[in-house]
Nanobody, 119 residues
């Protein structure tokens, strides 16, 4: 069993910063990628940033230059540093990872953490 546990959401004023964290634990053989999605009220879930173990990091166009994704490979953790936050960044942010056990691989999701950008 694999779990993804997120932390770091909250209320922040426009222009402020937040750092999200997500730690994977359980029966992990290999992690192929980790990333963050978000879902605003009434909108579809969208990919914010993704960091594959091999390959290039990619970002949603609207967060380029403001958000930075990073991974701590030793601790199976992914971070999302969010700067210059805007009200339109308000959403539930979900951690996602493709993780292989010794027998199979699949996508896993965290429960989500709410980020609210408001004055």
């Amino acid at each position: 069993q694999v779990q993804l546990v997120e932390s770091g959401g909250g209320l922040v004023q426009p222009g402020g910063s937040l750092r999200l964290s997500c730690a994977a634990s359980g029966s992990i053989f290999s992690i192929y990628r980790m990333g963050w999605y978000r879902q605003a009220p009434g909108k579809q879930r969208e990919l914010v940033a993704q960091a594959p173990t091999r390959g290039s990091i990619n970002y949603l166009d609207s967060v380029k230059g403001r958000f930075t994704i990073s991974r701590d490979y030793a601790n199976n953790t992914v971070y999302l540093e969010m700067n210059s936050l805007k009200p339109e960044d308000t959403a539930v942010y979900y951690c996602n990872a493709f993780i292989a056990s010794t027998t199979s691989g699949r996508d896993y999701w965290g429960k989500g953490t709410l980020v609210t950008v408001s004055s």
